[in-house]
């Protein structure tokens, strides 16, 4: 599958702040999450590992996560590596949703993990 955005020219960059999930939720007094959504374009395994602190506790009940499984993002995590990510903090596969395929293969899905109990 071809990125649809191959031939627009870049005209810009911006720098921005980044947090991690565990430092967000601190910041706000938050010490619970029921559902944990993450679509950020390839930077999906980053977010999570972001997320430490809240997997270490078991305080997320599901994620709901983008997989990749053919390269659309420069340095984009992979499907395997997310799924890994989340089986090792004791989390199950629920379904996928939004399932895009390229060439008869999925391409990409929304992905709902659960904590196993």
């Known amino acids: 599958m071809e990125n649809e955005f191959r031939d627009v020219e870049e005209t810009r960059r911006s720098s921005v702040q980044t947090r991690t999930v565990d430092q967000v939720t601190e910041s706000l007094g938050i010490t619970q999450l029921d559902l944990l ?59 996928m949703y939004e399932k895009f395929r390229h060439n008869n293969q999925l391409a990409w899905c929304t992905a709902v993990f659960v904590l196993k109990s």
């Open 37 to 95: 959504k993450i679509d950020t374009q390839g930077y999906d395994l980053p977010v999570l590992k972001g997320a430490q602190g809240l997997f270490q506790r078991k305080a997320i009940g599901h994620v709901m996560v983008e997989m990749n499984f053919v390269n659309l993002y420069e340095g984009q995590s992979g499907a395997q590596a997310v799924w890994a990510e989340m089986t090792h903090h004791g989390f199950a596969l629920v379904d």
